[in-house]
């Protein structure tokens, strides 16, 4: 099993502000995906990552992907309150393969 | 876009009854599909993987007789909890992926309470 590790595990912030999260493993991934889930909601897919050293952006969201395919990291810039959630990491090699996610960061924005 | 219906949303239900949970593919179908559990303020947990007309994959730790699984279509799979206790009471996700997807897609979950 591929255990991805998830800091922090959980962040309080007043809006406006920036964040960093981190997902690290010691494998090596394919790619790599972002989801966020809402307070009873199931994940939504945000991002894929695949090639390393990449960075994708999403309006106020950058995610990269470490130059060795270990780790990832999302980077939110002035943080809104609707982008509180769990923010979720897991690896992604394609077909129809399970997904197993990371720890998890909960992220909750204050107005 | 591709949607994964679950039903219901939220079940009470009594200890030792047993409770079904179905997820749906609404627009797509799904060969494979996939059960997670969830505890507060915690990541999913994967539990088992639905297959199309064969037997479930139980992750290492889950009890299959306890958490039954049918997946007789394309688009149905169902995750029975048997004989439900309180410790059972857990927030319970399906996903299936879109041909179309380069990823999963999430139905909203069910809350279930065993009381």
């Known amino acids: 099993t591929q255990l991805l590790e998830q800091s922090p595990q959980f962040l309080s912030i007043q809006e406006g502000e920036n964040l960093t999260v981190y997902c690290n493993s010691s494998?090596?991934?394919?790619?790599l995906q972002w989801y966020r889930q809402e307070p009873g909601e199931g994940p939504v897919l945000l991002v894929t990552v695949v090639t390393g050293g990449e960075v994708k952006k999403l309006k106020r969201l950058t995610f990269q992907f470490g130059d060795a395919r270990k780790d990832s990291s999302l980077h939110i810039t002035a943080a809104q309150t609707g982008d509180t959630g769990l923010y979720l990491c897991a690896p992604y090699s394609g077909g129809y393969q399970k997904v197993t996610f990371g720890t998890g960061t909960k992220l909750q924005v204050i107005p | 876009g591709a949607v994964v219906s679950q039903h219901p949303s939220r079940v009470i239900c009594k200890s030792g009854t047993s409770v079904k949970i179905e997820c749906r593919s609404l627009d797509f179908q799904a060969t494979t599909m996939f059960w997670y559990r969830q505890f507060p303020k915690k990541s999913l947990m994967l539990m088992a993987t639905s297959n199309e007309g064969s037997k479930a994959t139980y992750e290492q730790g889950v009890e299959k007789d306890k958490f039954l699984i049918n997946h007789a279509s394309l688009t149905l799979s169902t995750l029975t909890v048997t004989s439900a206790h309180p410790e059972d009471s857990s927030f319970y996700i399906c996903?299936?992926?879109?041909?179309?997807?380069?990823?999963?897609?999430f139905g909203s979950g069910t809350r279930l309470t065993v009381v």
């Open positions: 494998s090596v991934f394919s790619s």
């Open positions: 996903s299936a992926r879109p041909r179309e997807v380069w990823g999963y897609t």
